[in-house]
Antibody, heavy 124, light 107 residues
Framework: QVQLVESGGGVVQPGTSLRLSCAAS????????LHWVRQAPGKGLEWVAV????????NYADSVKGRFTISRDNSKSTVYLQMNSLRAEDTAVYYC?????????????????WGPGTLVTVSS | DIQMTQSPSSLSASVGDRVTLTCRAS??????LNWYQQKPGKAPKLLIY???SLQSGVPSRFSGSGSATEFTLTIGSLQPEDFATYYC?????????FGQGTRLEIK
């Protein structure tokens, strides 16, 4: 079955960096785009970034553009989110999610499987 | 960015009730509208995609409709496990956005 498991969260100070990982299993990793979505405590969902199945195309929310970088290692079936210059407003649970469409179609920006999330707290 | 607005923000209902949740987009998104269910402490779950397509494994009491800027999610007969928060999401453009959520509570 499809599984996504995030790791790497923790408590960090403003201005520092953190790298999240999402290990995938149960599907052909190289056929799917993967997204990061976050949820601040008690708040709604905010899409963060996507990396296409080809590993070349990416897209970011304006709130993280220039600070966050999404990447993937197909040999490890893992997607990463490198977060730099962290701010208090980046505090959230970060979810990794799979795109609905497999290779051959366009990226749907519909998220069919989600990991359980990892909490990032940015605080001094 | 396309703004998504859900109504109501919260709703109290009883087991067996039929409920309808609404989502409005700030511009036309054609049929590129998805619905998710989230329970406390859990990840969201995809229920409906492309306005009205039921995700595999989702009970048929869930249905979606609408087009352009106005969309609805209907739960035909509420079950105890349906009490949760529901989010709509537009996938019309590459900067996807979610509604603020509707919290469905037990009356």
């Amino acid at each position: 079955q499809v599984q996504l498991v995030e790791s790497g969260g923790g408590v960090v100070q403003p201005g520092t960096s953190l790298r999240l990982s999402c290990a995938a299993s149960g599907f052909t990793f190289t056929s799917y785009a993967l997204h990061w979505v976050r949820q601040a405590p008690g708040k709604g969902l905010e899409w963060v970034a996507v990396m296409w199945y080809d590993g070349r195309n990416t897209n970011y929310a304006d709130s993280v553009k220039g600070r966050f970088t999404i990447s993937r290692d197909n040999s490890k079936s893992t997607v990463y989110l490198q977060m730099n210059s962290l701010r208090a407003e980046d505090t959230a649970v970060y979810y990794c999610a799979r795109d609905l469409y497999a290779i051959g179609g366009t990226v749907s920006y519909t998220l069919d499987y989600w990991g359980p999330g990892t909490l990032v707290t940015v605080s001094s | 960015d396309i703004q998504m607005t859900q109504s109501p923000s919260s709703l109290s209902a009883s087991v067996g009730d039929r409920v309808t949740l609404t989502c409005r987009a700030s511009q036309s998104i054609s049929s590129h509208l998805n619905w998710y269910q989230q329970k406390p402490g859990k990840a969201p779950k995809l229920l409906i995609y492309s306005t009205s397509s039921l995700q595999s494994g989702v009970p048929s009491r869930f249905s979606g409709s609408g087009s352009a800027t106005e969309f609805t999610l209907t739960i035909g007969s509420l079950q105890p496990e349906d009490f949760a928060t529901y989010y709509c999401q537009q996938s019309y453009n590459t900067l996807i956005t979610f509604g603020q959520g509707t919290r469905l509570e037990i009356k």
